[in-house]
């Protein structure tokens, strides 16, 4: 059973449009959601993250969305750049447990056409 | 720099003979792992160490091993390597081994088993 589902596989976005990755998740025990920012031949990097007591965390042209009831979150990337060109992953985890239970999606790789 | 270094970044080798990636940490970090990535799999954990001589397997630990003798070093041996562990692998630590404790990744090792 995949535990978390990220959606789309691909997206092509123009320069200034809005980047929208999707995240479902299963376990409600589940209580952090951090997002990693991969360039090519580059290792991911954190990107930024959130916990399920707050709706939205924000961070520059970044925002986390994130809808307790329904299991899931987004990453919304605002006046997308060609910088911003890289494959995204969210991942879920417990805040307080073992960093061996975290879990990534299958990625999604964007592409911000100039 | 504060870093994750792996090596070597490209290995091209055949089935059944043994190798070994490495993987070091400059951080002081408590947490190592590995993971792998593969096309519509995203990225994957095939071991992981919270501590010294403390390993624990992955979602993927089948024809790895790994071993924690100090802190900073956290190799990668695969005994009898298989075409199916062609892949991209990933070293990463962090501070703790908390959920909530940033991972830091290398910039990925790319094994081809012919």
């Known amino acids: 059973q995949q535990q978390v589902k990220q959606s789309p596989q691909s997206l092509i976005v123009q320069k200034g449009g809005i980047s929208i990755i999707n995240c479902a998740y299963e376990n409600t025990a589940f209580d952090y959601f951090p997002w990693y920012q991969q360039f090519p031949g580059k290792g991911p990097a954190l990107l930024i993250a959130?916990?399920?007591?707050?709706s939205e965390k924000k961070e520059g042209r970044f925002t986390i969305s994130f809808n307790k009831s329904a299991k899931q979150f987004s990453l919304h990337i605002m006046d997308s750049q060609p910088g911003d060109s890289a494959t995204y992953f969210c991942?879920?985890?417990?805040?307080?447990?073992?960093?061996?239970?975290?879990?990534f999606g299958k990625g999604t790789k964007l592409s911000v056409k100039p | 720099e504060a870093q994750v270094t792996q090596n070597p970044r490209y290995l091209i080798t055949v089935t059944g003979k043994k190798l070994t990636v490495t993987c070091s940490q400059n951080m002081n970090h408590e947490y190592m792992s590995w993971y792998r990535q593969d096309p519509g799999l995203g990225l994957r954990q095939i071991y992981y160490s919270m501590n010294v001589e403390v390993t624990d397997k992955g979602d993927v630990p089948e024809g790895y091993k790994v071993s924690r003798k100090e802190k900073r070093n956290f190799p990668l041996i695969l005994e009898s390597p298989s075409p199916n562990q062609t892949s991209l692998y990933f070293c990463?630590?962090?501070?703790?081994?908390?959920?909530?404790?940033?991972?830091?990744f290398g910039n990925g090792t790319r094994l081809t088993v012919t």
């Open positions: 991942a879920v985890t417990n805040y307080g447990g073992s960093q061996g239970n975290l879990i």
């Open positions: 990463a630590s962090s501070l703790s081994d908390r959920g909530n404790s940033p991972l830091h």
């Open positions: 959130i916990r399920p007591d707050v």
